[in-house]
């Protein structure tokens, strides 16, 4: 097929090369180049196809291509009556009128901060009926087919432990993190500011009888630099419980990132949810803010200034992840607007 097309566009070559004699328009083309246009007519010149001229070396009459030189000339008296026609519209001596202009302000800048501030989602899906989906399965800690949900023909796989909220937002590297790149880095450390993760997820379970927990990790995975730990704090609430408040309990934490110390191109950030027992996290009440603030001078609620946990939501309790995620130690509670540092006798009221 490719071979008989290209024969075809040669053959549509050759027709347009063939100028009539009595084509007036292709007449003064070729005077302007040059030419005649005897010499694309086949009966003074032949040609083949893709209309080259054709030549043979044993033949006793060569045949010539035709060229006919083109002469214009341009008089004195054409020349004075462009100049003539010029100086009609120009008056000697020449003046300048200006125009009074409006001042302008150009004094601004612009925030390079603004390509990092970000507000993550998790997408609404929709059913056949066009009705939103707002409850999305979550992981339990024990293992079960709950997460994946198979039909009754499909592979019946159990899982547990936490999974990664699908959170969606401006230049991901992967579905549900956030990554700082280089250039995020260089920024804020130039200006001395650094980056705030506000979370804030709800839940609710099938069982409305029992008490379910429910947990929720802010983590990082490091592939250039890797440092202590890939997870860093964990935030903990249930319904029926010490902690409990409702049917849809409410985590939130607040985490400033150490930028100047412990911070590396690349490093991705994610949250993970898992829960005691069959349960949903409710996706039109989440969200995962980054913003850009100054580094704090106050500081955290472990004591390190700059960075760390700020606060978490009422209710839950705070536990510090240690030893790649092996180890889990509660360090704070709050019930009630009352903050508690667990293993001590200091009681905070929290505003």
């Known amino acids: 097929m490719a071979k008989d097309a290209s024969v075809t566009d040669l053959q549509q070559m050759a027709q347009q090369a063939l100028v009539s004699i009595e084509n007036p328009e292709e007449q003064a083309r070729y005077y302007s180049l040059g030419l005649t246009y005897m010499s694309d007519n086949q009966s003074i010149i032949p040609r083949d196809l893709a209309g080259n001229i054709l030549f043979e070396e044993s033949a006793l009459v060569k045949p010539l291509l035709i060229i006919d030189p083109v002469a214009e000339q341009i008089t004195t008296i054409s020349t004075l009556r462009v100049l003539d026609t010029a100086f009609q519209y120009y008056k000697f001596p020449v003046s300048v009128n200006v125009e009074p202009t409006a001042e302008l302000d150009f004094d601004f800048e612009l925030d390079s901060t603004d390509i990092i501030s970000d507000r993550y989602i998790i997408p609404t899906t929709f059913d056949a009926q066009n009705q939103p989906e707002t409850y999305l399965r979550i992981n339990t800690s024990t293992a079960t087919t709950w997460f994946t949900n198979p039909e009754e023909d499909e592979v019946q796989?159990?899982?547990?432990?936490?999974?990664?909220?699908?959170?969606?937002?401006?230049?991901?590297?992967?579905?549900?993190?956030?990554?700082?790149?280089?250039?995020?880095?260089?920024?804020?450390?130039?200006?001395?500011?650094?980056?705030?993760?506000?979370?804030?997820?709800?839940?609710?379970?099938?069982?409305?009888?029992?008490?379910?927990?429910?947990?929720?990790?802010?983590?990082?995975?490091?592939?250039?630099?890797?440092?202590?730990?890939?997870?860093?704090?964990?935030?903990?609430?249930?319904?029926?419980?010490?902690?409990?408040?409702?049917?849809?309990?409410?985590?939130?934490?607040?985490?400033?990132?150490?930028?100047?110390?412990?911070?590396?191109?690349?490093?991705?950030?994610?949250?993970?949810?898992?829960?005691?027992?069959?349960?949903?996290?409710?996706?039109?009440?989440?969200?995962?803010?980054?913003?850009?603030?100054?580094?704090?001078?106050?500081?955290?609620?472990?004591?390190?200034?700059?960075?760390?946990?700020?606060?978490?939501?009422?209710?839950?309790?705070?536990?510090?992840?240690?030893?790649?995620?092996?180890?889990?130690?509660?360090?704070?509670?709050?019930?009630?607007?009352?903050?508690?540092?667990?293993?001590?006798?200091?009681?905070?009221?929290?505003?």
């Open 157 to 351: 796989t159990a899982t547990a432990g936490p999974k990664r909220l699908p959170f969606v937002g401006r230049d991901q590297q992967e579905l549900g993190t956030y990554t700082i790149t280089q250039n995020t880095l260089d920024t804020l450390r130039a200006k001395n500011q650094t980056l705030k993760f506000t979370i804030k997820t709800q839940f609710t379970s099938q069982n409305k009888t029992q008490n379910v927990g429910f947990r929720m990790i802010i983590g990082r995975a490091m592939p250039e630099a890797w440092r202590n730990s890939g997870f860093l704090y964990e935030v903990y609430t249930e319904t029926k419980g010490p902690l409990q408040t409702n049917e849809y309990p409410v985590l939130e934490l607040e985490y400033v990132v150490d930028i100047i110390n412990d911070a590396a191109a690349y490093d991705m950030y994610d949250i993970k949810v898992v829960s005691g027992g069959n349960s949903w996290v409710l996706t039109d009440n989440c969200y995962w803010r980054i913003d850009v603030i100054d580094i704090p001078t106050t500081p955290s609620l472990t004591g390190t200034v700059g960075y760390g946990v700020y606060s978490f939501g009422n209710s839950s309790r705070l536990s510090e992840i240690t030893n790649a995620g092996g180890t889990s130690t509660p360090i704070f509670e709050q019930v009630d607007g009352q903050l508690k540092a667990l293993g001590s006798i200091l009681e905070v009221k929290v505003k």
